[in-house]
């Protein structure tokens, strides 16, 4: 059972949750390009997407930095977490192609949207300074996410051998392939796989 206690209206939690991280590929050099009001519009834009996709599915956006948004499912069991965050990942996928092909003709570069899930146990609530606290999580999960976003190639979600287990190991929708294993220091090596776009990208 996860411990549950209230703080500041919101829940604070330790329980299994999938951890989504996604990222803009290729989104410094627009960045580095285009008038600053125009970066951020078109940041706001893509977070605008993934948020509107996660909190669909049931999850909880808890954190953005740079071009990359952070979110959660902890609701549930984790098949119930598993197939949430799968169909959010795969809706990412889908809708970012309309937004970079959109991108690509104004200002000549492509993007791709790449991201990692994992399953594992995490902690949320609120954290921070008087007046500028916010929704975090920390945990090992976190960090293994973050690691298979940067893993991911343009265009594609990683998932660990975690997600795919609480998925009940069906994968004739998802066409997950089975990539190289994590390797982490001073552990065992994690299990992963990608869901790739069927038009392969030339840059990750």
Not at 71 to 100: D, L, M, N, S
Request: charged share 20%.
């Amino acid at each position: 059972m996860s411990a549950l206690t209230e703080r500041r209206g919101v829940v604070t939690q330790r329980g299994p949750a999938i951890v989504l991280f996604a990222e803009v590929r290729n989104f410094t050099r627009m960045s580095e390009m285009l008038e600053p009001q125009k970066v951020l519009d078109l940041a706001s834009g893509f977070f605008a997407l993934v948020a509107d996709a996660i909190e669909a599915s049931g999850g909880e956006v808890f954190g953005v930095r740079n071009d990359t948004l952070n979110a959660v499912f902890r609701g549930g069991t984790p098949p119930e977490q598993a197939r949430q965050a799968v169909a959010a990942a795969q809706r990412i996928q889908r809708e970012f192609g309309a937004i970079a092909e959109s991108w690509q003709r104004e200002y000549g570069l492509m993007t791709a949207v790449a991201m990692g899930l994992h399953l594992g146990d995490t902690v949320f609530g609120m954290a921070g300074p008087d007046g500028a606290a916010q929704f975090v999580a920390f945990g090992d999960c976190v960090s293994v996410a973050e690691r298979l976003l940067h893993r991911a190639r343009a265009g594609e979600f990683v998932l660990s051998a975690e997600v795919m287990n609480a998925l009940g190991g069906s994968n004739s929708e998802l066409g997950a392939d089975e990539l190289p294993p994590l390797q982490l220091a001073r552990r065992e090596s994690i299990e992963i796989y990608g869901v790739l776009l069927d038009t392969r990208l030339d840059f990750t």
